[in-house]
């Protein structure tokens, strides 16, 4: 037997990570050790034996083989949270391509000095009454800064210490002086113990409806025969889910276990939040970006002493260290933030799954528009299949409008704006009541070309088109270069150099000149910097503060808004060209959600979309809300070509300062695979007959042949000076382009090098 080394991390606590300790296995441990155990090591000077992990085995010895130490046995018995968390890293790892210690930081909150953040509150003692007679005495001393305060407080009971000295600038002396004497108590509390002060629980359970109770009856059932599954509910917005999710949460609560529940950041509204605190008290916590780490190293220790039961944030939420989760809940299951965009590359879903199967938990995948993987699975079995068709909330379906721009140009209206949109515009300001306009891309992202000769103005860093903003200049949205918007045509110039204006706050001045003293809102990335300033836009429209709603894709996510009975979608098809398989999938998406938008109160609604392909069919199925229909023609579309989710696909990314070395590079690794890999059939696209015959689910074909594209420069070929270089390999079978991972690893070790990086992406859901 030759000689195996491990590497053993032996304090679990972040810091240390990057520090493994090298151990030799013992023969007799040989066959029994792997990844992710937990064994016994002697350490320090004095050999004192400790427990470590061991996070990876190899043959290389690091050290000297004279001074090395053994490791002296496996720990029994079951695995603690932390062994669990080292072998999710070691799944992670190997499914997903990175190094253990990156995936361990992935999976562990980085521990954080022990100061922890408090967050202060001041409450106030006494009655309104008396505080604002408080409030009159300090008036008359002129004392400025309490008379702030006091005022603040006959208007609420409790506020944020910062907003006090911050907003309200009131020294801290001034509240203390106020504490003295008894008006206020300054409380201090751990962030986010206690996040909104409740006045009660209540929503205790609504009587769930025939199906709801059948889906909950059903994922329980399995659960206690000790086969828990992963379903995927489909089921449109305002159906029901969360009341689904809730019910369930509440029955693994019952029997000792945790629940997580994912959420897209974007989604997360606060009203959603709210509902969870009803139900669930102070035993529910917030995960999200605006915790520092050492917020969310607190977070997960009260997870793990068990102070929480419910965890509620995005995709690294699904790290909670609980010790016997038995639900995760992943609402929006179809979003693209579930895919991490930093190595590890690692999917939510697939990664719910394995951290289900480590606690034996059940998985429920919950979304209006399910992405094709999921209703693949529904449909192969290997998910179960819940649907819920009927809006709770009232409503009906809007009726559409699928309106040809080329005819309207035609027919000579140059406008933004279709005849059908500017009539049901006209008629909904008329009668009063609230439309949106959606438009699927950022802020002035039009670019600028040049009339005559067709020059376009590319960042000279990133070889993008550069988009016009207001303030004159041209900007680069990857690396944030910016020039003055030029004149004239700097390679001809002709004078007519101009943007495409497609932009939200074009679309505003039109409408604005369409429609003189209509109020609008508007809402993109560039007017929602912050969190909150997208939760005030949401709330000043749902109050009536504007007629019309512009926006980006955000605005077709979460959020209700009754009094809305008219959607325009400008440009339907922008989404289309992209060059990335999801086009149509995610243009069906954005279209089904926004269209879903019009009509969700009392009144009917009507929705226009406006395209250059009215003949496509992911927009003639948003029109007609057509889940399902859709589904049948994308999956065809992705069999025949061999994409995911009916074949799997291993992007390769190559980053170099040098474009030359990136070159040979990225063509070394693919000659690699080639060489390494037999069945390797190249770029063949006459394979597309064979595949279109293939059943879902079934592995009949005998040869699993694997697809080998590029190496080519990448769809953006530059960003911040470094080099970018794809090439992509697909194969029906996920091992195998595991196997092919594990072999460029290996090659790229070989010849490592500080100025070139690779990058492995499993089912990439952008195309780099
Ligand atoms: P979704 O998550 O699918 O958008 P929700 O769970 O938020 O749907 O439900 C939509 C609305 O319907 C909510 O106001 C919810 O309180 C209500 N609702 C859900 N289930 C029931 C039920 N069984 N009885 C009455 N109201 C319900
Ligand atoms: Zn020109
Ligand atoms: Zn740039």
């Known amino acids: ?297 607190d977070q997960c220790q009260r997870a793990k002493n068990g102070e929480i039961d419910v965890i509620i944030g995005p995709r690294s939420a699904l790290f909670t260290p609980f010790p016997n989760i038995g639900l995760i809940v992943m609402d929006e299951e179809h979003e693209n933030s579930y895919k991490s965009e930093s190595t590890p590359k690692y999917h939510a879903r697939e990664t719910a799954l394995e951290v289900a199967r480590l606690h034996g938990a059940s998985v429920l995948l919950g979304s209006a528009t399910p992405s094709l993987e999921a209703y693949y699975r529904a449909q192969t079995g290997e998910y179960r299949l819940f649907t819920m068709k009927e809006r709770l909330t009232g409503g009906h379906l809007p009726k559409v409008y699928t309106i040809d721009l080329r005819r309207e140009l035609k027919e000579g209206n140059r406008s933004i704006f279709s005849r059908k949109l500017q009539e049901l515009l006209g008629d909904r300001l008329q009668k009063g009541e609230q439309s949106i306009l959606f438009l699927n891309r950022r802020g002035y992202a039009g670019f600028i070309s040049c009339r005559s000769c067709g020059h376009v103005m590319k960042c000279p860093h990133c070889d993008v088109s550069l988009s016009e903003h207001n303030n004159g200049r041209i900007i680069c949205h990857y690396c944030g ?152 023609e994308e999956i065809l579309y992705r069999e025949i070509m061999g994409y995911p989710p009916a074949s799997h696909m291993l992007a390769v990314q190559i980053f170099a300062k040098e474009e030359s070395r990136g070159s040979s590079l990225a063509g070394h690794l693919a000659e690699t695979v080639r060489k390494s890999f037999p069945e390797v059939v190249g770029e063949c696209r006459d394979n597309a007959a064979g595949k279109g015959e293939r059943q879902h689910g079934t592995q009949d074909k005998a040869v699993c042949g694997i697809q080998l594209i590029g190496p080519a420069p990448a769809a953006i070929g530059r960003i911040n000076d470094i080099f970018r270089f794809v090439f992509y390999i697909k194969c029906p079978k996920y091992a195998k382009l595991i196997q092919v991972k594990d072999k460029l690893e290996e090659e790229w070790k070989l010849h490592p090098s500080q100025d070139e990086m690779i990058q492995f992406d499993f089912d990439p859901v952008n195309i780099l």
């Open 1 to 297: 037997m030759g000689e195996l080394y491990a590497d053993v991390i032996v304090d679990i606590s972040h810091e240390k990570l990057d520090r493994p300790f090298q151990y030799r296995v013992p023969d007799r441990l040989q066959e029994a050790v792997e990844t992710g155990m937990c064994v016994t090591v002697p350490f320090g000077n004095g050999n004192k034996l400790i427990k470590g992990y061991v996070v990876d085995l190899g043959e290389i010895c690091k050290f000297d083989p004279a001074r090395m130490k053994e490791i002296q046995g496996i720990v029994q018995g079951g695995v603690g949270i932390e062994g669990r968390m080292i072998a999710l890293a070691g799944w992670i790892r190997k499914n997903y391509g990175s190094t253990m210690i990156q995936a361990l930081k992935t999976v562990l909150p980085a521990k954080q000095s022990v100061k922890k953040l408090e967050h202060r509150t001041i409450l106030r003692l006494m009655g309104r009454e008396e505080v604002i007679s408080l409030l009159g005495e300090s008036r008359r001393k002129k004392q400025v800064a309490k008379e702030r305060l006091l005022q603040e407080l006959v208007r609420q009971e409790s506020i944020p210490y910062e907003w006090v000295t911050g907003k309200l600038a009131v020294s801290p002396q001034t509240i203390k002086s106020l504490e003295k004497t008894g008006v206020i108590r300054i409380q201090s509390t751990h962030s986010f113990r206690n996040p909104v002060r409740l006045q009660q629980t209540e929503e205790c359970g609504q009587v769930l409806s025939e199906t709801q109770q059948n889906i909950v009856k059903t994922v329980m059932a399995d659960f206690e025969e000790g086969h828990p599954g992963t379903y995927l509910l489909h089921g449109i917005t305002g159906s029901g889910k969360t009341v689904v999710y809730m019910e369930l949460i509440q029955e693994m609560v019952h029997r000792g276990r945790q629940a997580i529940v994912l959420i897209p950041e974007i989604a997360l509204t606060y009203q959603t939040l709210l509902r969870f605190y009803r139900r669930f008290g102070d035993r529910v916590s917030v995960m999200n970006s605006t915790l520092s780490p050492g917020e969310k190293y």
């Open 481 to 632: 270069y910016s020039e003055a918007k030029p004149a004239v045509c700097p390679k001809c110039g002709s004078k007519y150099i101009s943007g495409f204006r497609a932009g939200t706050q074009q679309i505003e001045e039109k409408l604005r000149e369409m429609f003189p003293g209509v109020r609008t809102l508007r809402m993109d990335a560039d007017t929602t910097r912050t969190k909150d300033s997208y939760e005030q836009i949401l709330t000043a429209f749902s109050n009536g503060e504007a007629d019309v709603l512009i926006g980006t894709q955000m605005i077709v996510k979460g959020h209700d808004f009754p009094q809305v009975t008219l959607v325009g979608v400008l440009a339907a098809d922008l989404s289309l060209s992209v060059s990335d398989y999801h086009a149509g999938e995610r243009t069906f998406q954005l279209l089904t959600q926004a269209v879903g938008r019009a009509g969700r109160g009392v009144l009917p609604g009507e929705a226009v979309i406006q395209t250059y392909q009215p003949n496509h069919y992911a927009v003639v199925r948003a029109a007609g809300q057509d889940y399902e229909g859709f589904y049948q």
